[in-house]
Every structure is written in structure tokens, then in C-alpha cells.
């Protein structure tokens, strides 16, 4: 059973930074892809950054492309967002998903991953 785990949500004014860490445990990822998506109320769940675990590979959403950055420590099986220059419109629960599908290709849709963690909240407040 695949078990994950986010951390580091908390508050943050606009502008500022956050790091976003998920542990996954449960197998082995080299056929996964990691991803993180954010949720806010009453929307559907977005795609935000994925990493293909075994070439890491990295993906972004448009919209936080050159301000965030998704990394993993492949040993430790742990994915980290950072998140830089946050905007007042990003404020969200975000979760942390594993997609079985993702050995060779990034999978941005949340239907393609099949564990997700129960989510941290990031609020972006002054």
C-alpha cells in the first residue's frame, strides 16, 4: 500500500516562499511519477509540477513555471515543491499524488494518479 505524506503548508505573506515536502512510501517508484496538485474551495483539483522518478524529469503548470520547483531525493523517496514569489491567488490545500503510468511520460490530470496524500495548506495572506 502506497502511503503519502505531505508537510511545510502553513502561511505566507504575498511574494513570499514556501517548501513543500511529501513522503511516499509503501514500494518502489521507479515506474511512478510524483506529482503536486493544489485544490481550492469549490474547484477542481490542478495540476501544478510533477517529476518522473526515475530520470527526474520535471513538468510545470504555466502558471508556476520560474517560480516553482519540484525535486525528489530519490533515496529517501521524497518530493519537495518549492514555492517562490507566491501570488494572494494561491492559496490551496495542495496534495501530493503518485501515478503508476508516469515511468515515461508526465501525466498532468489528477484521474491519472492513483494515491494521493491528505493534503497541506498553503495560505498566502498579508
Known amino acids: 500500500q502506497v502511503h503519502l505524506i505531505e508537510s511545510g503548508g502553513g502561511l505566507v505573506q504575498p511574494g513570499g516562499s514556501l517548501r513543500l515536502s511529501c513522503a511516499a512510501s509503501?514500494?518502489?517508484?521507479?515506474?511512478?511519477?510524483l506529482g503536486w496538485f493544489r485544490q481550492r474551495p469549490g474547484k477542481e483539483r490542478e495540476f501544478v509540477a510533477a517529476?518522473?522518478?526515475?530520470?527526474?524529469?520535471?513538468y510545470y503548470a504555466d502558471s508556476v513555471k520560474g517560480r516553482f520547483t519540484v525535486s525528489g531525493d530519490n533515496a529517501e523517496n521524497t518530493l519537495y515543491l518549492q514555492m517562490n514569489r507566491l501570488r494572494p491567488e494561491e492559496p490551496a490545500v495542495y496534495y501530493c499524488?503518485?501515478?503508476?503510468?508516469?515511468?515515461?511520460?508526465?501525466?498532468?490530470?489528477?484521474?491519472?494518479?492513483?494515491?494521493w496524500g491528505q493534503g497541506t495548506q498553503v495560505t498566502v495572506s498579508s
Open positions: 509503501g514500494r518502489s517508484f521507479t515506474s511512478y511519477a
Open positions: 499524488g503518485a501515478s503508476p503510468w508516469g515511468a515515461y511520460t508526465p501525466r498532468t490530470r489528477a484521474n491519472e494518479y492513483e494515491y
Open positions: 517529476r518522473i522518478w526515475a530520470s527526474s524529469e520535471t
